[in-house]
């Protein structure tokens, strides 16, 4: 037996075992995860890894996930880090538990320790059975104790459930038509509400014309207002959801400052004061000859993460507790927000996650919750239901932000980069509510909070300059980062953050550079990298594609490549794509070579990576639109619409 | 306020609401068929979609009037966690789908398609499915999973 190692950080800041697992019922292991399903399959693996190191049948598992009374704080589901973190705290946690019992029926019957082992709950010496399983002896062994990292979990080679595909335990409800999201919720005596958003952040009320918003409500309706906060209440969703439509004509509003178009181009960032550094090498002393100097800069406009459907939370106030029922990614972080947002003790909350549509980032989920509890303390014992309507979604929820990139290199004698410069000017990233700040209604309520610290991930992960760094074996390399802390466009997390244009600058530059030095880009690239991995998903990806550099001139048709490592930190993938450009750009063909290590379910990573490549393509293909374009309900039905399923790529998986 | 009679999933219904509210309303508040959901209000994304006697409707914008003496088919009405729908069990032989909240949409699109096209090809199931948005990218899936539904209900003789 080892002795103690480091508990994974998540099973040390959670350490009691019997938060991760019980026995409660006969037959049945619950197990708790602080990561919430978003759409990417997490409950599903999380029960994979629970099931194999606990020795049960997967069904046997019923999972508790993101509820502030029941589950660990892991914090926010974010950063693709779920398994990496969230996984092996539950592993480590599950492990231990497996081996607290065999310990207690080797010392309390006289087992030798070596002999005892679970199948399926059922604890058995040298292959038979004992008698003995966890729920029998479930009583006499306690949990309530802390982790204590002197077990480790099972040998890879030993796993059973890690490592193939199970299907995703969410699908069925979600096929059948249950009622499975926050959506969805009906509590008795749930009144509906819809809020009348501040126009433009700081915005006050200068008037309010209660009673003509009454009499062009199409039935009863209540209209609540705490500072700014101004919502509209009632028992009929659909005369609440038709008298906020026309709102806006019976309030007037003061401090709202017209958001000018060129304030949401990505270069009007660069006119902006910003805090600047220098991730890196410092940078060269020396003029770089203009012959032996190559630079590009591509730009990006805002993104809305353009959920499906527009954010939702439920929330009632009851002898002084106040339940939230939210698809935030966070549901600790966010009760901490509520209470200070509504000066409530942490420990009056609870805030239970229920799934809602994908979000990709930090979409309105966490302002909607918000909204929900902030109305919710105001009408003690009534069940409030916010769901925001499509244009506060498009308008309101945090877009990731604008971005401008400029890559630089010296080129030496070779064609090689000898001295290479990423420039990122970028608003912020990372906005979340946990940091104190940015819920919506905490800011239209009375007293508003302070604006959080501006703060930013150094590298790596990064933020905006995550993936700026690119992986090649160039001497000497930097990222010179540009944070412009106050935009006029809220802004915070969607997928990938600033790696998305880092990777596709960097990647632009590579294959730019691979032409002028007359170079195979596959081959170029693969000169610049030493990492075995890294080469392995390169080589691989050009092996399944057939990879021929480039198609014949005129033929309107070609083939591009692409490499990143996440984060330089976590997943390799290199993608090649086949495209044909004529009237319209098309992505016909997408082949995809992935390594990200241990895969805890196969099938739920492809899915990942197919609906990955799919909503990467529509962000690069698709024409965003300010919110200060006209026809809005045009521009939100294009935006919507920018994925199509007949324009969707062809697929090798196909 | 007015009385609509029509029927849903093969029940008959009465509602009293005023004749404008939009049937998804009418079929998640007062029906308690929370399947169908809200995307946009739009009549962009196809979240809604139900079936209006066999046609596929966007019922965010259907007014409740327009549905009476109508039937009217919601994903509940396609088939049960016990005696699936061909569709149903295809998606969840294909793993097609990942948030979800498209997919009641997106299978009654499907069905509208099978029902007169029993054996379509990929870019026609595609078409089909033009009206309804899934954000998270599990299209080709979907395709397959429509197709597997589609092959094995010809195999059986099954009509959709």
Redesign the interface.
């Known amino acids: 037996m080892s002795g103690p190692m480091a508990l994974p950080p998540l099973l040390a800041s959670n350490p009691r075992l019997s938060l991760w697992v019980a026995f409660d019922r006969p037959g049945e292991v619950r197990v708790a995860t602080g990561r919430v399903e978003?759409?990417?399959?997490v409950l599903t693996a999380m029960r994979q890894i629970a099931a194999e190191e606990l020795e049960v049948a997967l069904d046997r598992i019923r999972l508790q996930s993101g509820d502030t009374d029941l589950t660990p704080n892991e914090g926010y589901t974010a950063g693709s880090q779920s398994i990496q973190f969230g996984g092996v705290a539950l592993r480590q946690a599950c492990a231990e538990v497996r081996d607290l019992f065999l310990d207690h029926a080797a010392a309390s019957f006289g087992y030798e320790r070596g002999d005892l082992a679970v199948m399926d709950g059922a604890i058995l010496e040298r292959g038979r059975p004992t008698g003995h399983d966890y729920w029998s002896l479930a009583g006499a062994v306690d949990l309530a104790r802390p982790a204590r990292g002197d077990r480790g979990p099972k040998a890879r080679s030993d796993g059973k459930i890690v490592g193939r595909s199970a299907?995703?335990i969410?699908?069925?409800?979600?096929?059948?038509?249950?009622?499975?999201?926050v959506?969805?919720m009906?509590l008795d005596g749930l009144r509906h509400a819809r809020i009348v958003r501040q126009p433009r952040r700081g915005a006050t009320i200068r008037s309010l014309d209660e009673a003509g918003l009454r009499r062009a409500a199409?039935g009863p309706i209540d209209i609540a207002r705490r500072g700014n906060f101004l919502a509209i209440v009632g028992d009929?969703?659909?005369v609440v959801?038709a008298a906020a439509a026309v709102a806006a004509n019976y309030v007037e509003w003061d401090g709202v400052e017209p958001l000018n178009p060129l304030q949401e181009e990505a270069r009007w960032l660069l006119q902006q004061p910003s805090l600047d550094r220098v991730v890196g090498d410092p940078p060269p002393t020396a003029p770089v000859p203009p012959r032996n100097r190559y630079e590009a800069t591509y730009t990006r406009m805002h993104v809305a993460h353009?959920?499906?459907?527009?954010s939702c939370g439920v929330a009632v106030y009851r002898d002084g507790r106040l339940d939230v029922w939210t698809h935030s990614q966070g549901v600790f972080p966010l009760r901490e927000a509520l209470a200070r947002m509504l000066a409530l003790d942490p420990t009056a909350i609870r805030v239970r996650h229920v799934?809602?549509?994908?979000c990709?980032g930090h979409n309105g989920a966490d302002d909607a919750a918000a909204d929900a509890a902030a109305l919710a303390v105001q009408m003690p014992g009534v069940p409030v239901r916010v769901?925001w309507?499509?244009e506060e979604e498009f308008g309101f929820e945090p877009m990731s932000p604008a971005m401008v990139v400029t890559t630089s290199a010296l080129i030496d004698e070779a064609g090689r980069p000898a001295d290479w410069t990423t420039e990122i000017w970028s608003g912020r990233h990372s906005n979340r509510p946990g940091s104190g700040g940015n819920l919506l209604a905490a800011e239209a309520l009375p007293d508003p909070p302070p604006a959080p610290p501006v703060t930013e991930s150094s590298n790596p992960p990064g933020a905006g300059t995550r993936n700026g760094e690119p992986l090649y074996a160039f001497a000497a390399k930097r990222i010179v980062h540009h944070l412009i802390p106050e935009t006029p466009v809220r802004t915070s997390s969607l997928r990938g953050l600033g790696a998305t244009l880092n990777v596709f600058a960097i990647e632009g530059a590579m294959d730019e550079l691979a032409e002028r030095a007359g170079q195979d880009p596959v081959a170029y690239r693969l000169a610049l990298l030493a990492d075995p991995r890294a080469r392995a998903v390169i080589e691989r990806v050009a092996a399944m594609s057939g990879w021929e550099p480039g198609l014949p001139a005129g033929t309107g048709r070609g083939r591009g490549i692409g490499f990143a490592r996440y984060k330089n930190m976590a997943a390799y993938a290199a993608v090649v794509v086949e495209v044909e450009a004529e009237a319209e750009i098309r992505v016909q063909r997408v082949w995809c070579a992935c390594d990200a290590g241990l895969v805890i379910n196969p099938?739920g990573a492809v899915?990942?990576l197919?609906?990955?490549?799919?909503?990467a393509t529509s962000w690069a293909l698709k024409r965003g639109f300010g919110s200060t374009a006209p026809a809005l309900?045009r521009a939100?039905?294009m935006a919507?619409?920018s994925?199509?399923?007949?324009r969707?790529p062809k697929?090798p998986?196909? | 306020m007015e009385t609509v009679n029509f029927s849903v999933n093969g029940r008959e219904v009465t509602v009293d609401?005023?004749g404008d509210?939009?049937l998804l309303?009418i079929l998640?508040?007062r029906l308690?068929?929370?399947?169908?959901?809200?995307?946009?209000?739009?009549e962009?994304?196809g979240?809604c979609m139900v079936l209006v006697d066999g046609r596929p409707e966007k019922s965010c914008g259907k007014a409740l009037a327009t549905v009476r003496g109508r039937q009217v088919l919601?994903?509940?009405g396609?088939?049960?966690?016990d005696h699936?729908h061909p569709l149903?069990q295809a998606?969840?032989d294909e793993?097609a789908?990942?948030?979800?909240?498209?997919?009641?949409g997106i299978?009654i699109s499907a069905k509208a398609l099978l029902d007169r096209n029993p054996d379509p090809t990929r870019?026609q199931i595609?078409?089909a499915?033009?009206e309804?948005?899934?954000?998270?990218?599990?299209?080709?899936?979907?395709?397959?999973a429509v197709a597997l539904a589609a092959r094995r209900m010809r195999d059986q003789g099954q009509a959709a």
């Open positions: 978003i759409g990417q399959g299907p995703r969410d699908l069925a409800g979600k096929v059948f038509g249950e009622p499975v999201f959506h969805d009906a199409k009929d969703e659909s959801e353009a959920s499906v459907a527009p799934q809602g549509p994908g990709y769901r309507r499509r099938d899915n990942q197919e609906g990955g490549i799919i909503q309900p939100i039905g919507i619409r994925c199509a399923s007949a969707c697929s998986w196909n | 609401a005023d509210t939009p309303d998640r508040n308690g068929l929370r399947g169908a959901k809200f995307g946009c209000g739009l962009q994304c979240c919601t994903i509940e396609l088939g049960t966690v699936p149903q998606f969840l793993q789908g990942q948030c979800g909240y498209c997919l009641p299978l870019r595609a078409e499915l033009d309804n948005i899934c954000r998270c990218g599990s299209h080709h899936r979907i395709l397959r």
